[in-house]
């Protein structure tokens, strides 16, 4: 099968135009990887060249030793992924030890994959291992209102996710977990890469201050949705705030132990602090 034709690069095709839509993929911003299926490599096996150069992807990931990844170029845009498929994404293949990746599709007119390739990859290592190899998809967006809060709300793990819990009652169903935040960091290197994956060891969502958020996910389904509630109750916070500093009525502790309780998830006690 060609892989435009594989459901796989359909659907990840259909994710990057969504979020383009929602308006988080400005120029070339944000980038989105996929840990491919054996299933799924094999259907497109006959449209893959093995003959491009070994390159360094700045990370050494053993754990994902001969995956095959479906990624977004560097310097691509999300808006042309859709109509430009060929040019904006790659599908890559790391060697045996982890440390290489080569291109077998795509980026036909030149490039390498997104420049957050380190980032993606460790978390895609810390997620595999986490999650007993159930998380396929890391997400990088340019969140507009979680961005706006990374000016305003103190950066840590408890304000963002308390705060945002309390915008919207599926928040804590959606994301029980909560919320890590890496504070400002230059993009695309090792050091946030570092700091992200050691955050998503035990959450499924990451802020970047004053830069966008970083989700990961089982599927695409998933993993969008959850950029878009983080996102929809960030968006609820910020016009709350904008009318008000102090809210009149919010969510309370022991109303989000009763819905931990019906909704059969665990939320962290340390989240649940009296204000
Ligand atoms: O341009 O979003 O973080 C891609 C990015 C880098
Ligand atoms: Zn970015």
Same mark, same amino acid.
């Given at each position: 099968m060609?892989?435009? #034709?594989?459901?796989?690069?359909?659907?990840?095709?259909?994710?990057?135009?969504? /979020?383009?839509? $929602?308006g988080w993929h400005e120029r070339n911003g944000g980038n989105l990887t996929y840990r491919m299926k054996r299933?799924?490599? &094999? $259907?497109?096996?006959?449209?893959?060249?093995?003959?491009?150069?070994? $390159?360094? @992807? /700045?990370?050494?990931?053993? &754990?994902l030793a001969g995956e095959f990844f479906i990624a977004t170029g560097s310097g691509k845009y999300f808006r042309n992924v859709m109509p430009f498929p060929?040019?904006?994404? *790659?599908?890559? #293949?790391?060697?045996? *030890?982890? &440390?290489?990746?080569r291109i077998c599709w795509g980026l036909v007119n030149g490039g390498r994959p997104t420049s957050e390739l380190p980032s993606h990859l460790m978390n895609h290592q810390v997620k595999k291992k986490a999650t007993g190899g159930?998380?396929?998809?890391?997400?990088? *967006?340019? !969140?507009?209102?979680?961005? *706006? %809060?990374?000016?305003?709300?103190?950066? !840590?793990d408890e304000a963002f996710t308390r705060e945002? +819990?309390?915008?919207?009652?599926?928040?804590?169903?959606?994301?029980?977990?909560? @919320?890590?935040?890496?504070?400002?960091?230059?993009?695309g290197g090792h050091a946030i890469a570092v700091e992200t994956s050691n955050l998503m060891e035990k959450y499924d969502?990451?802020? +970047?201050?004053?830069? =966008?958020?970083?989700?990961? =996910? #089982?599927?695409?389904?998933l993993t969008f949705g959850l950029a878009h509630t983080v996102e929809k109750s960030a968006e @609820? %916070?910020?016009?709350?705030?904008?009318?008000?500093?102090?809210?009149?009525?919010?969510? $309370?502790?022991?109303?989000?132990? &009763?819905l931990a309780?019906?909704?059969?998830?665990?939320?962290?006690e340390r989240f649940l602090f009296e204000k």
């Open positions: 060609k892989v435009l #034709e594989s459901p796989i690069m359909q659907g990840f095709m259909r994710m990057a135009q969504d /979020g383009f839509d $929602q299933e799924e490599v &094999e $259907q497109v096996w006959e449209d893959l060249r093995f003959d491009a150069p070994w $390159q360094e @992807i /700045g990370a050494s990931v053993p &754990e060929e040019d904006s994404v *790659a599908v890559v #293949e790391l060697d045996d *030890a982890g &440390e290489k990746y159930r998380h396929r998809v890391i997400y990088h *967006a340019h !969140t507009t209102n979680v961005i *706006a %809060l990374t000016f305003v709300l103190p950066l !840590t945002l +819990w309390e915008m919207a009652t599926e928040c804590p169903v959606v994301f029980p977990d909560g @919320i890590g935040v890496v504070p400002w960091m230059v993009p969502v990451a802020v +970047w201050a004053h830069h =966008g958020i970083f989700c990961s =996910g #089982e599927d695409f389904d @609820i %916070l910020v016009k709350t705030l904008s009318m008000t500093q102090h809210k009149r009525q919010t969510i $309370q502790p022991d109303q989000f132990r &009763e309780k019906d909704f059969g998830v665990t939320l962290p």
